[in-house]
């Protein structure tokens, strides 16, 4: 099945560091997704994005959908011990599919205290 | 948010057996659902789409006479995987399309373990 490219694969970071992710495809999307998942768990939802150009915060989580709707990026800033997970990009609205959500690759972020 | 519940959390059944996984919107009503499969350390990769009162769609590539969906009423799906062998073990996880919310949000269920020996 289709995958979106999701980088970095993973990151090990100090506590109180600032995080950058960023998601690309080949395909147009419509709406933009960003979520973590923990270990033994489904993917929680983090930010929805739905506009090109559109950047949306939620606590210390800013995410941006680009402008030429193939792709976006996420930054945690301050990141905490918590953060810990796998972050999965998401696109949905994919020309002929519009209810199908592809996910990236995923970006998986260690925090040491 | 939407609340799916996803059952069970984990399963461990025998070669040859079959298993239920049931998917449930708890305070929405979903006419799509989702079914994923994600094995370790990978991405979720979409198996079929669940649609209330006809036949679910396949992605390329995924069985449906083995992977049996069933979306009877509006806020249940469920997954049967038949004649269940080891290579069928893997994270299978849901997700449900709320509309109610003025926008196209899709929430996950808490996922299913199964393990076939």
């Known amino acids: 099945g289709q995958q979106l490219n999701q980088s970095p694969q993973s990151m090990f970071i100090q506590e109180g560091e600032d995080v950058s992710m960023n998601c690309t495809s080949s395909s147009i999307f419509n709406t933009w997704l960003w979520y973590k998942q923990e270990p033994g768990e489904g993917p929680v939802l983090l930010i929805a994005l739905y506009k090109a150009g559109e950047l949306t915060s939620n606590g210390r989580l800013t995410a941006q959908f680009g402008i030429t709707r193939k792709d976006s990026f996420l930054n945690i800033s301050a990141s905490i011990p918590s953060d810990v997970g796998i972050y999965f990009c998401?696109?949905?609205?994919?020309?002929?599919?519009?209810?199908?959500?592809?996910f990236g690759t995923g970006t998986l972020l260690a925090v040491q205290p | 948010g939407a609340v799916v519940s996803q059952h069970p959390s984990w399963v461990i059944c025998k070669s040859g057996t079959s298993v239920k996984i049931e998917c449930r919107s708890l305070d929405f009503q979903a006419t799509t659902m989702f079914w994923y499969r994600q094995f370790p350390k990978q991405s979720l990769m979409l198996m079929a789409t669940s649609n209330e009162g006809s036949k679910a769609t396949y992605e390329q590539g995924v069985e449906k006479d083995k992977f049996l969906i069933n979306h009877a009423s509006l806020t249940l799906s469920t997954l049967t995987v038949t004649s269940a062998h080891p290579e069928d073990s893997s994270f299978y996880i849901c997700?449900?399309?709320?509309?109610?919310?003025?926008?196209?949000?899709?929430?996950f269920g808490s996922g299913t373990q199964l393990s076939v020996l």
């Open positions: 998401a696109g949905q609205g994919e020309a002929g599919a519009t209810n199908k959500l592809i």
């Open positions: 997700s449900a399309r709320d509309r109610g919310q003025g926008r196209e949000k899709l929430f």
